[in-house]
């Protein structure tokens, strides 16, 4: 059955214990190590956690679990392009290999892992769900919590409560650490974002969490470098869902070219949503132009709010947000992925900013046309030059829509 561990840092060695660092440090695998002035080594990667040196022992256990009868509840039926998701998702799992799951933002990617999840409780697996951003923990916890009613789940991120015994983790990559050859099934969200991108750590937290016989499923709305490798190389087995569930097209960008961030040219569309109080998100390169272009905004009369990741209410506002309380919200590339509003219609001011990437440009453009009622948003990156990002992200959006005309 392998080891299926949970590891924690003590003083003194016993039985089921590690040195924390000998040649390389065992809690993450790194050999980044340093000697303090007690000249001691300690692991210079894994530093920001509770310290470890190699006075410091890794103490492993079984985690204690619970057999527990699991349901799964769905009110809804998927797609038929979900349906060839959710089916590759289940053969990998069932063939114990990778798989990675390359699927548009809105196609319902969470969904078509249920089928496996559950088998996966069935068997009386250990599960983990890594989601980079808390703010996408919490929604999906939502809707595991009725897809799961019999299941504990339990969130793994910042001073959350370990649950030892929890059924399912949903977890951000970085908490993997309290984890030694624990899981039979991870699904790594979004592995080609933030903080996944090149991130080694990160690589070897997720390999020293999951068993040596295990089924790792990547899944994300863009291919990074690093996934065009290793599916290139056949590391890991690859499927492409080119299509959202409501099946209509992705939605182009408009490219419209200004002077300037605070000319009439924005201006002028933006009045048209204040007034017939359709639903606008501005997305802006920068928390201070983000300041500067709500104050501009002020100046004209047009009511907008803020958020970015110093806001202190980001709940209430995205709450007050959902009920139509305001309908102009300005941010920053926080809101680039996961989170789904209704009606939505898209500006991105500056996108020939440099932080605006071919990935980010694709992760912002999935927000528009999420709905079946609203399919066919607004979308318009406004800027002074064309970059090759605009263009590429053009590209892919195009691309993903043909092939979804091929393979239907
Ligand atoms: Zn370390």
Sequence with gaps: MGHRMIERVVRSPSSNTVKAI??????????????????????????????????????????????????????????????????????????????FLHAVCGAGKT?????????????????????????????????????FPKTSICCLYQNQEFVESADIFLSTPHQLIKFYEEFDLMIIDEVDAYPFVNNKFLSRLINKSSKNLSTKIFISATLGES???????????????????????????????????????????????????????VFVPSISLLKKFHKYLNDNNINSRIISSKTKYKKLILKAYENDDFNILLTTTLLERGITFKKLNVFVIESDNRIFSKEVLVQISGRVGRDRNYPKGELIFFSRFKTKAMIEAKKVLKRMNKEKFDAM
Excluded at 43 to 56: A, L
Excluded at 77 to 99: A, R
């Design 227 to 281: 996934e065009e490798k290793l599916i290139n190389t056949k590391k890991v087995k690859y499927f492409l869902i080119p299509s959202r569930y409501h099946n209509y097209d992705l939605v182009i960008p408009k490219f419209v070219k200004y002077s300037n961030v605070f000319s009439i040219k924005i201006i002028t569309h933006i009045i048209s949503y204040q007034k017939y109080k359709k639903r606008l998100m």
């Design 111 to 147: 969904e078509m892992c249920l089928k496996t999840i559950y088998q996966a409780l069935c068997n009386n697996e250990s599960i983990c769900f890594i989601i980079p951003r808390v703010e996408i923990i919490k929604q999906v916890y939502k809707r595991f919590i009725e897809y």
């Design 22 to 99: 000998d040649e390389i440090c065992n809690r993450c695998l790194g050999d980044n190590l340093k000697v303090n002035h007690n000249n001691v080594l300690y692991c210079e990667d894994c530093y920001n956690y509770q310290t470890v040196t190699s006075n410091h022992y890794l103490k492993r256990k079984p985690r204690s679990r619970i057999k527990r009868k699991h349901k799964l509840n769905l009110k809804f039926n998927l797609s038929k392009l979900q349906v060839l998701g959710e089916n590759f998702i289940y053969n990998c799992y069932n063939l114990k290999e990778s798989g």
